[in-house]
């Protein structure tokens, strides 16, 4: 409870879970509220997109598609991509950086080395190269892929605490009560590990929408007609329609917005649990 | 400094970095092994008229109808012994070739990209920390974070329709005018948008650290010392406190450095400039494997050599680290 006040004292904290907590209601909400359906094409207003009006608030887009069920509707796949491959990394990292760290000596060595050619690659490149070459667009690979490749930084952290962790009194009782090497693993280390990861997390939904929203614009994210901000983006900022302001503005800012939530809830989360003051 | 164990710590370290980047290609490779299709897949979708034993014949030619690892020992055998990356599997020219036509390019964007953003986070930064938690602190905080959550190429679009499009200040794309081909300043005017558009997407992250690092400086004891015998403040600030807390920005460049080539990679796609980005998405695209790999290993050679640097210039300023 004292982590609770601690970081309900600071306002910033308490605007990022209120973004956040907004958006996530309209990914929620929204596609059971949405007034038209959001791939339903308008062969009346095709060709044209129509600026925001009392019937279309956000306006249609180029095949006359109501811009705001799109956007309620995005709004759910770009949450879904951000957050599931952000338990994706945050599994596989914490999972990996705590064997690394407690097995120690060659294993640790070696699995930390992986690590580390994985961050020499520009994170982007990769995806994009995997995404390309793969050609499998589903939300389920998109969120794997997105997961699987940013992961290392979760690893660091976990390992690092682990390592710090495992000479504790507590893990040695633990050991000799009897446990298990895999037991003492999940029970005793990793739940002692988990407060950086809790930040990184928060980072890391983030972080994802805005690779899906990149991969998207290379053609590369999930796949039209099913909306999600990166894509509609995609179709805004075709030479064609660029004109219309209401359609770059839309997800733009929406993107912008989650992004400056997480972030604030990351910052707040770090400071209560009393982390270093900036991880970027 | 003495320079004798510098060089030995250099040495140990290059010699580190060769089975991270053999690590780095045997990962890069069996990525593109387990794709399906393969270039020829693209090859066929072209050129319709490409019989399936022409298709054979020239994945013979190109060796693939081995199995990957076998593609890849190759692939390795001529790279440790000849230096060779292989050729385009789009327009045969060696592969080295090609990148070090676009790699300096890539190198003057990330420079300026670079410059652009210390000028405007390290001040502020410093002035957020001196002046901590005012009105002043707290914009440009939220300010740099609102920058952080920018989709870099919704931002470059936006950039290149106010200011080239609108405005008519800058070009939209490339990065020569014609007939000023060797021209540094049309060239400078053609980099100024792509690599202010990085620069808006990184400032938040230097900004920040800059923020913390001045705060930390702040609170140690010789500042107070200094503020005790009754030095001016600027003095205080800016003799005693500053120096070292610009010490840990150079730690965060080998940090930053893996998101800012792939930024610059984007950008490069986006505003056309024809730098290893331009060719590595487009080769990305057209399975070109070899200018693939070519781009991969270099991309990670920089990131492994940006770090070195940042720890050899870490050592340079910082009297209190030692290379033995």
């Known amino acids: 409870m004292r982590f609770l006040r601690r970081y309900l004292r600071r306002p910033a904290s308490l605007v990022g879970v209120g973004i956040v907590l907004a958006i996530v209601l309209i990914a929620i909400l929204g596609p059971l509220l949405v007034p038209y359906s959001p791939i339903a094409i308008s062969h009346a207003l095709l060709g044209s997109p129509q600026p925001p009006s009392l019937a279309h608030p956000l306006g249609t887009d180029i095949l006359g598609r109501d811009e705001l069920s799109r956007a309620m509707v995005g709004a759910r796949i770009s949450l879904t991509v951000g957050f599931a491959a952000m338990v994706v990394a945050i599994v596989v990292g914490t999972l990996y950086g705590a064997i690394a760290g407690a097995a120690g000596g060659v294993v640790d060595g070696t699995m930390m080395r992986v690590v580390d050619a994985l961050l020499s690659f520009p994170t982007f490149f990769l995806v994009i190269a995997v995404e390309a070459l793969t050609n499998k667009f589903a939300l389920g690979i998109i969120i794997l892929v997105i997961g699987l490749l940013s992961w290392m930084g979760v690893a660091r952290l976990v390992r690092a605490e682990v390592l710090s962790l495992r000479e504790r009194d507590f893990v040695a009782a633990a050991q000799a009560l009897g446990a298990a090497p895999p037991r003492v693993l999940l029970r005793h280390l990793i739940p002692n590990a988990l407060a950086p990861v809790i930040v990184a997390a928060s980072f890391a939904v983030g972080d994802n929408i805005l690779t899906e929203a990149g991969l998207s614009f290379l053609g590369l994210g999930v796949q039209v007609p099913t909306p999600s901000w990166g894509n509609m983006l995609q179709d805004a900022l075709l030479p064609a329609v660029r004109s219309a302001w209401w359609l770059v503005a839309t997800p733009g800012l929406l993107i912008i917005l989650t992004l400056f939530g997480f972030t604030l809830i990351g910052d707040g989360l770090s400071y209560a649990l009393g982390s270093s003051s900036a991880r970027r | ?324």
Request: glycine letters at 8%.
């Open chain 2, 1 to 324: 400094m003495e320079i004798g164990p510098l060089i030995a710590y250099i040495v140990r370290r290059l010699l580190g970095a060769i089975p991270l980047l053999l690590l780095i290609s045997l990962i890069s490779y069996g990525l593109m092994g387990l794709a399906p299709g393969g270039p020829t897949a693209i090859l066929s979708q072209q050129a319709r008229s490409l019989t399936p034993a022409a298709r054979h014949a020239y994945e013979v030619a190109l060796g693939l109808d081995q199995p990957w690892y076998v593609q890849y020992f190759y692939w390795l055998k001529e790279v440790v012994l000849h230096g060779n990356l292989g050729n385009s599997f789009v327009d045969q020219r060696p592969v080295v070739a090609r990148i070090a036509e676009k790699l300096p390019i890539t190198v003057e964007l990330l420079t300026l990209a670079l410059v652009l953003t210390l000028i405007v986070a390290i001040p502020i930064g410093i002035r957020a920390a001196v002046k901590r938690d005012s009105w002043f602190d707290n914009i440009s905080t939220a300010l740099a974070l609102i920058g952080y959550g920018v989709p870099i190429f919704w931002l470059g679009i936006l950039l290149i329709d106010l200011f080239a499009m609108h405005l008519r200040l800058l070009p939209a794309s490339g990065i020569n005018s014609v007939g000023r081909e060797h021209d540094p300043l049309d060239l400078l005017r053609h980099l100024i948008l792509p690599a202010a558009t990085l620069a808006i997407v990184s400032i938040a992250g230097w900004l920040r650290y800059q923020r913390a690092s001045m705060i930390d400086v702040l609170g140690e004891p010789y500042v107070q010392t200094a503020r005790a015998k009754g030095l001016p403040e600027r003095v205080v600030l800016y003799r005693h406190a500053l120096r070292n807390a610009l010490l840990p920005m150079i730690t965060l460049l080998g940090l930053q450095l893996p998101g800012l080539v792939g930024g610059a990679y984007f950008i490069e796609y986006i505003f056309s400039i024809p730098g290893m980005g331009y060719l590595g998405i487009n080769a990305i695209f057209q399975r070109d494997y070899p200018t693939v790999m070519g781009i991969t290993m270099l991309s990670a050679l920089m990131v492994i050599l940006g770090n070195l640097l940042a720890d050899v210039l870490y050592g340079a300023v910082d009297p209190r680290i030692r290379y033995d």
